[in-house]
């Protein structure tokens, strides 16, 4: 058995006051991760790893000895880029914000200029290039992505970007991720309020859930009930989400026990969605295959790639017009147990400077059409401008 410092082996119980926590959060000092089981804030790099290899960080987390026993950062998208994962100096954990009204001053509105990358009808013609490949029978699902480029008329301040976000949402997973400046002076932060948990590993419990199928909530509760009835039966969003599902299971299945699947979807909803959602659940049983390591092993899922996957990631590459980053990989922690939290990184953006760089995507089937699919990333976009105070243009 490994020993781990209090820090880290603290229930996930009321350590700080979420509140309290989330408003010391600062860019360039550490980073933040919030979700149902907690929240946690990290402060200093005591070291950045020089890989995401699973066993490699396993064993360094391992061997540590004082100080938290924890690496966080972010994985890209393409699992073949560079991770950036950190083992910090401090860490401070907290009760869930839940419901708490995180109060005060909103979101500070950011004035700028939005511009798409690629514009609206080249993304439609994206759609349209993906639904020609389907017709070849080679790809069954590729997720198309689009980003809006934000030039701001002064630096952009990312801390009531989170404060917003978590007003709006407190229950997502909320992120702060401190990422490596590549410009110096300017801390560069990806941050969200993702929906989606890829993979968590708690003591005894591997959970994975999975969403793909989506549709905008209506501020009419009647309409709003309707949206989420009708995408619950909705056999061409099904197909689309049952493709994830049948992935994620086949890639858990050889790494542990008695994984539970539940028979079909159910709904969750964000401020500005609803999405189908399955939870998968397995007895964690193997020490040393940890939260990283069971995330590796199912990134990039369907819900964010597609099926097959290598006809999928070679459809991104060629029809998308920017290199992903970190956007559509995932962000969290792992630590010497094995235990961690490692969400989708979606509904963010990346803050650095006066620029802002958000992204959003959805899954293409060969139901799909491309006007519909261009709305949904319309919606997903909110999440970011609404925590900006700007609109798409
Ligand atoms: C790709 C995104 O979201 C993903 C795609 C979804 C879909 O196509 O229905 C739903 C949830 C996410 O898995 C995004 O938010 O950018």
Not at 34 to 52: N, V
Not at 68 to 84: K, N, Q, R
Not at 176 to 189: I, K, M, N
Not at 271 to 286: F, G, M, N, Q
Request: aromatic letters at 4%.
């Amino acid at each position: 058995m490994t020993s781990t410092s209090p820090a880290v082996r603290a229930p996930l119980g009321a350590v700080a006051d979420p509140v309290r926590l989330l408003r010391s959060w600062r860019p360039g000092e550490g980073s933040w991760f919030s979700g149902p089981q907690g929240a946690l804030l990290t402060r200093g790099t005591r070291t950045r790893l020089p890989s995401g290899d699973a066993d490699a960080v396993l064993r360094h987390l391992r061997g540590l000895r004082g100080g938290p026993t924890l690496a966080v950062g972010a994985l890209p998208f393409d699992p073949t880029a560079p991770a950036h994962l950190v083992v910090p100096e401090h860490v401070e954990r907290a009760d869930p914000l839940g419901a708490v009204l995180v109060a005060g001053p909103g979101g500070a509105p950011v004035s700028g200029t939005a511009h798409a990358v690629p514009a609206p009808a080249v993304y439609e013609k994206m759609v349209a290039e993906a639904l020609a490949r389907m017709e070849t029978g080679a790809l069954d699902k590729v997720v198309l992505a689009r980003a809006l480029e934000v030039v701001a008329d002064g630096p952009v301040d990312p801390v009531p970007m989170l404060r917003e976000l978590a007003r709006r949402d407190p229950r997502s997973y909320l992120f702060a991720v401190d990422l490596p400046a590549d410009r110096p002076g300017a801390a560069r932060t990806l941050l969200g309020a993702s929906p989606e948990l890829l993979l968590s590993r708690r003591g005894t419990t591997v959970t994975a859930n999975p969403l793909a199928g989506s549709a905008a909530r209506s501020s009419d509760p009647d309409e709003d009930r309707r949206r989420g009835e009708e995408l619950l039966a909705s056999a061409k969003d099904r197909h689309e989400h049952a493709l994830v599902v049948a992935d994620v299971v086949e890639r858990l299945r050889p790494v542990v026990d008695d994984l539970e699947v539940p028979d079909g979807p159910c709904l969750v909803r964000t401020p500005t969605l609803w999405h189908l959602s399955t939870t998968v659940r397995a007895p964690a049983t193997d020490p040393d295959a940890s939260a990283l390591h069971l995330a590796q092993a199912l990134h990039p899922t369907p819900a964010v790639c597609g099926v097959p996957r290598p006809a999928a990631h070679a459809a991104i590459t060629e029809i998308e017009p920017f290199d992903r980053g970190f956007y559509t990989g995932a962000v969290g922690w792992t630590d010497a147990r094995g235990d961690g939290e490692w969400v989708m990184a979606l509904r963010c953006g990346e803050v650095q400077g006066d620029r802002v760089r958000l992204w959003a995507g959805a899954g293409i089937v060969p139901a799909s059409r491309p006007a519909d699919e261009l709305a949904e990333t319309a919606v997903k976009l909110r999440t970011l401008l609404d925590a900006l105070g700007l609109d798409e243009g």
